[in-house]
């Protein structure tokens, strides 16, 4: 009866070692190049800042674009630079740059 049973569970643990497949999660975190550092060039004026460099998606891949000075549109404007932010599903998104109005 023991050796019947022992049997048995072995049975059941080869099905059921067999019948799961692996399931494996690949995260692949593939981001641009560093950008090339370039000098900042002198503001045009106190009231302008500076936009850095981002890289934008054209049609099939990233194109990186260099920064430069941009007055804001109102005068309680602040540039939020462009950054990666993680979604609630593990992955990270691009934010492009923009301009956020405070205060």
Same mark, same amino acid.
């Given at each position: 009866?023991?050796?019947?049973?022992?049997?048995?569970?072995?049975?059941?643990?080869?099905?059921?070692?067999?019948?799961?497949?692996?399931?494996?999660?690949?995260?692949?975190?593939?981001?641009?190049?560093?950008?090339?550092?370039?000098?900042?060039?002198? !503001?045009?004026? @106190? $009231?302008? *800042? &500076?936009?850095? /460099?981002?890289?934008?998606y054209n049609h099939d891949? %990233? +194109?990186?674009?260099?920064?430069?000075?941009?007055? !804001?549109?109102? @005068? $309680?404007? *602040? &540039?939020?630079? /462009?950054?990666?932010?993680?979604r609630h599903d593990g %992955? +990270?998104?691009?934010?492009?740059?923009?301009?956020?109005?405070?205060?």
């Amino acid at each position: 009866m023991k050796k019947k049973f022992l049997k048995f569970l072995a049975l059941v643990a080869i099905v059921i070692a067999t019948s799961y497949s692996a399931n494996a999660q690949i995260y692949v975190n593939v981001r641009p190049p560093e950008p090339p550092h370039h000098e900042r060039p002198a !503001p045009p004026s @106190p $009231h302008h *800042v &500076w936009v850095e /460099g981002e890289y934008h998606y054209n049609h099939d891949h %990233y +194109e990186y674009v260099d920064g430069y000075w941009a007055e !804001p549109r109102h @005068p $309680h404007d *602040v &540039w939020i630079a /462009g950054h990666w932010q993680r979604r609630h599903d593990g %992955y +990270e998104r691009w934010v492009p740059g923009h301009w956020k109005t405070v205060g």
